[in-house]
């Protein structure tokens, strides 16, 4: 009889998706509700892939997205988790507090008034 001890290290499976929290998501959306109110964004997704949380703005719903507010929790301690891309594919920002970069998007509210 052979007699097999349970692994010091517990199973693996599938690895859980990367996904906004709460707090997070609030912040996102505060800035989502300004910029609406503005009449300059009409749409939002939100991916939760393996590695990557992807909250996406849309013009219109057929379109491109305008911007990607992105979650890398790979990145966390090298350039901050957290990024804002533009329609290109350039980073706007990447950073690790996430209201610092969102700022980003926040400028395209202000406007010169005569």
């Not at 980073?91 to 970069?101: A, I, P, Q």
């Amino acid at each position: 009889m052979t007699f097999q001890s349970p692994s010091q290290f517990p199973a693996r499976g599938a690895p859980e998706p990367v996904a906004f929290h709460r707090t997070e998501l609030s912040v996102i959306l505060s800035v989502y509700g300004r910029m609406v109110a503005a009449g300059e964004w009409r749409d939002y997704g939100i991916s939760c892939l393996r590695d990557v949380a992807v909250f996406s703005v849309f013009r219109r719903t057929a379109e491109h997205p305008l911007y990607r507010i992105e979650k890398r929790p790979r990145l966390r301690n090298r350039q901050g988790q957290y990024a804002v891309i533009g329609m290109d594919g350039q980073v706007l920002k990447r950073g690790h507090d996430l209201r610092t970069v969102l700022r980003v998007l926040e400028r395209k509210l202000i406007r010169a008034v005569e």
